[in-house]
Structure formats: structure tokens, C-alpha cells
């Protein structure tokens, strides 16, 4: 049971970068999933929410209007297009996926560096 | 949105001994489906996170049963019967029940 996030590196203020996640050893497509951050040195962000089906969404503030978080079941992967990059968006962006209320399975991260 | 506090947010423990984190929040975690959607986490230094109690009290897959969860509505502790090394790190509480889902700030657990 695993999620491999990809897709970080570093890009400029006002910058595009989709994150991907693949999962497997679960059935992706009847969980929720989610995008969690945390920011160097500090703590956890949680960041957008999908619904198994796809057809309802959630964001932190901070990123409603920038971030569009999706899914693709039949490829088992969780995405997360994010635009107009900020200072503040640097952390490292954990796929998550939801059970019970409580996120019970982890990837490693990966990490956003957005920096001129 | 609902805030999460935690103390202490530091805590020098000693092996062997036991260790408590409370956690608060500005309002009730009891959803409307009568279940209380508040978990722990703990992140050791360079891991990511991982789900140690959910729903206040239930042990996730694997966790030891040293670690014990309780509270209800605003008000909840975790406890460590009896630390040891592996058990430093960072812990969290979190509430699922409502959006913004959100975090306390972390308690740091380390060995005096």
C-alpha cells in the first residue's frame, strides 16, 4: 500500500507546476484523497480534498482560484495543477488519502520550491 | 474555521516513563453523523506523518498499544503508557469533521 508523489521542483513566482501521485495497493477510486503541505521547519497545511468520484472538491483559502486538484481512478493517480505560484506555496506536498475522518496513508512528498 | 491547539509544544520525556499531549478545539468535533472525527499523527524527523489514533480513541493498523487516545467534544489527550526511543519526533492532532480540515501546531517529543 503506497502513494509516490512527482512533479516538484522549483519554479518562479507566478508559476505552473502539477503535482502527480500514483497509487497502489488500494482501491484509489473509492477513497477520498487529499494534498497536505508543510512548509519548511513548520507544520501540516492541509490543502484540497476530492471525492472518490471526483465531482466535489474542497481548498484551503489560501489556494481557491489557483490550485485544481483532480482525479484519474482508471490510472489510479491523484493530480494537483497549481498556478500563479507563490512565495508562500515552498513546502513539501504530501498525497494523502482520507478514511474515517483521518488520513491513514502517506506518500513521501514532494517538494515546491517557488523562487526567482 | 476550526482552530486546533496543542500543549505542551515541547516535551523532554524520559524512557520508560509515560508522556500526555493535549489537544483543543475552538469548537465541538462531534459530526452530525454522531461519530467525533479528531486523529493523531506522528512525524519522525525526514518521515512523513503517519495515522496513529482516529475517531479519539481507535488505534490504526499496527500502532502500538502503549499509545492511547480519549476526550470528547473540544477537549482531548493522547498518551504514551511508557516511552521509548522510536516514539521522538513530532506529534499532531487534527480534526476530519469539518472543512478547512485542520492541524494543531505539533507537540515535539524528545528524550531528556
Known amino acids: 500500500v503506497q502513494l509516490v508523489e512527482s512533479g516538484g521542483g522549483l519554479v518562479q513566482p507566478g508559476g505552473s507546476l502539477r503535482l502527480s501521485c500514483a497509487g497502489s495497493g488500494f482501491t484509489l477510486r473509492i477513497s477520498w484523497m487529499a494534498w497536505v503541505r508543510q512548509a519548511p521547519g513548520k507544520g501540516l497545511e492541509w490543502v484540497a480534498n476530492?471525492?472518490?468520484?471526483?465531482?466535489?472538491?474542497d481548498y484551503v483559502d489560501s489556494v481557491k482560484g489557483r490550485f485544481i486538484v483532480s482525479r484519474d481512478n482508471a490510472k489510479n493517480s491523484l493530480y494537483l495543477q497549481m498556478n500563479n505560484l507563490r512565495a508562500e506555496d515552498t513546502a513539501l506536498y504530501y498525497c494523502?488519502?482520507?478514511?474515517?475522518?483521518?488520513?491513514?496513508?502517506w506518500g513521501q512528498g514532494t517538494m515546491v520550491t517557488v523562487s526567482s | 474555521d476550526i482552530v486546533m491547539t496543542q500543549t505542551p509544544l515541547s516535551s523532554p520525556v524520559t524512557l520508560g516513563q509515560p508522556a500526555s499531549i493535549s489537544c483543543r478545539s475552538s469548537?465541538?468535533?462531534?459530526?452530525?453523523?454522531?461519530?467525533?472525527?479528531l486523529s493523531w499523527l506522528h512525524q519522525r524527523p525526514g518521515q512523513p506523518p503517519r495515522l496513529l489514533i482516529y475517531?479519539?480513541?481507535h488505534r490504526f493498523s499496527g500502532v502500538p498499544d502503549r499509545f492511547s487516545g480519549s476526550g470528547a467534544g473540544t477537549d482531548f489527550t493522547l498518551q504514551i503508557s511508557r516511552v521509548e526511543a522510536e516514539d521522538v519526533g513530532v506529534y499532531y492532532c487534527?480534526?476530519?469533521?469539518?472543512?478547512?480540515?485542520?492541524f494543531g501546531p505539533g507537540t515535539k517529543v524528545d528524550i531528556k
Open positions: 494523502v488519502r482520507g478514511s474515517i475522518g483521518a488520513y491513514d496513508i
Open positions: 469548537q465541538s468535533l462531534a459530526d452530525r453523523d454522531g461519530n467525533t472525527y
Open positions: 476530492i471525492k472518490p468520484d471526483g465531482d466535489e472538491t
Open positions: 487534527m480534526q476530519g469533521t469539518q472543512f478547512p480540515i485542520t
Open positions: 475517531m479519539i480513541s
